[in-house]
Nanobody
Framework: QVQLVESGGGLVQPGGSLRLSCAAS????????MGWYRQAPGKQRELVAT???????NYADSVKGRFTISRDNAKKTVYLQMNSLKPEDTAVYYC???????????????WGQGTQVTVSS
């Protein structure tokens, strides 16, 4: 059993900052890519940022220069520092990880339950 638990969402004014965290727990052998996706009302889920176990990162064009993804492999935790937030960043943010479980043979996608980020004055 694997769980991804997110925290750090909330209401923030335009121009403000938030930091999201996502901790993986359970019968985990290895984690490759960890990342964040978001889904706004009426829109499809979209990639925000990903980071591999080696530290390679990938960002959506809309967040480059404003968001920073990082991870602590020892804590099995991924972070998303969000600065200069805009109203269009409002969405439910989901954590995603590619994980091999103990006794498993291949990476499987796991998702968190989502955390709401609202940017509004």
């Amino acid at each position: 059993q694997v769980q991804l638990v997110e925290s750090g969402g909330g209401l923030v004014q335009p121009g403000g900052s938030l930091r999201l965290s996502c901790a993986a727990s359970g019968s985990i052998s290895s984690i490759y890519t960890m990342g964040w996706y978001r889904q706004a009302p009426g829109k499809q889920r979209e990639l925000v940022a990903t980071i591999t176990s080696g530290g390679s990162t990938n960002y959506a064009d809309s967040v480059k220069g404003r968001f920073t993804i990082s991870r602590d492999n020892a804590k099995k935790t991924v972070y998303l520092q969000m600065n200069s937030l805009k109203p269009e960043d409002t969405a439910v943010y989901y954590c995603n990880s590619e994980i091999i479980t103990l006794g498993g043979l291949r990476y499987v996608d796991y998702w968190g339950q989502g955390t709401q980020v609202t940017v509004s004055s």
